[in-house]
């Protein structure tokens, strides 16, 4: 079983709808999880950290964390063209400490004016 | 504020040889987090720098090797060069237990 587990995709919404991705996590001992956009070609860069359960919301975008479930996701609200990119899912598995993140495969998004 | 950087953008080298690659952290990091991603697959976590120090690593060769400087840069070093070492390699760089910012990558192709 891989550590961080996310639908490759891709996945296809409309210009202005909210997309959602999913990620689940294998290490009940992860404590802090971050979501990365990755456009093609270009390197990882950080949208969102969250570390307590339930909703963290910045701008258009709103990170969820249920640990009981192992689960996080991302909602993107109001999506545009320009957040087609691949998103990346990533734990930490020991508390902050900077320790090494996981990263799921990534989930590639798609918006379609 | 100057963000990652990382030299070169893009390498190609031979099966057998060795390569190094360098990072310079984020103003204010102190820590350097290596990865390597291959095409379609997530980045893998290769080491940490903190002092000057390895403080953490994955399950990467002992090929893999690396470095820290005074001033928190921090090289990569990889020896005995395979085919299936051509990736991007990626560095991050965070104070203590902050979020880790990446630079642009460094595109290894081994032929």
């Known amino acids: 079983q891989k550590e961080v587990e996310q639908n490759s995709g891709p996945l296809s919404v409309p210009e202005g709808a909210i997309a959602s991705l999913n990620c689940t996590y294998s290490?009940?001992?992860?404590?802090?999880f971050f979501w990365y956009r990755q456009y093609s070609g270009k390197s990882p860069e950080l949208i969102m950290s969250?570390?307590?359960?339930g909703d963290k919301e910045d701008g258009r975008f709103t990170a969820q964390l249920n640990k009981a479930s192992q689960y996080v996701s991302l909602l993107i609200r109001d999506s545009q063209p320009s957040d087609s990119a691949t998103y990346l899912c990533?734990?930490?598995?020991?508390?902050?400490?900077?320790?090494?993140?996981?990263f799921g495969q990534g989930t590639e998004l798609s918006v379609k004016p | 504020d100057a963000g990652v950087t990382q030299s070169p953008t893009h390498l190609i080298k031979t099966r057998g040889q060795q390569v190094t690659l360098r990072c310079s952290p984020k103003?204010?990091?102190?820590?350097v987090s290596w990865y390597q991603q291959a095409l379609g697959q997530g980045p893998q976590f290769i080491f940490q720098?903190?002092?000057?120090?390895?403080?953490q690593r994955g399950n990467f060769p002992d090929r893999f090797s690396g470095h820290q400087f005074p001033n928190y840069s921090s090289e990569l070093n990889v020896n005995a060069l395979l085919l299936g070492d051509s990736a991007l390699y990626l560095c991050?760089?965070?104070?203590?237990?902050?979020?880790?910012?990446f630079g642009p990558g460094t595109r290894l192709t081994v032929t």
């Open positions: 991050a760089s965070s104070w203590g237990g902050s979020d880790q910012y």
């Open positions: 290490d009940r001992g992860s404590q802090s």
């Open positions: 969250i570390y307590s359960n």
């Open positions: 990533a734990a930490e598995p020991i508390y902050n400490q900077g320790g090494k993140l996981i």
């Open positions: 103003s204010g990091h102190d820590t």
């Open positions: 720098y903190y002092e000057e120090e390895e403080r």
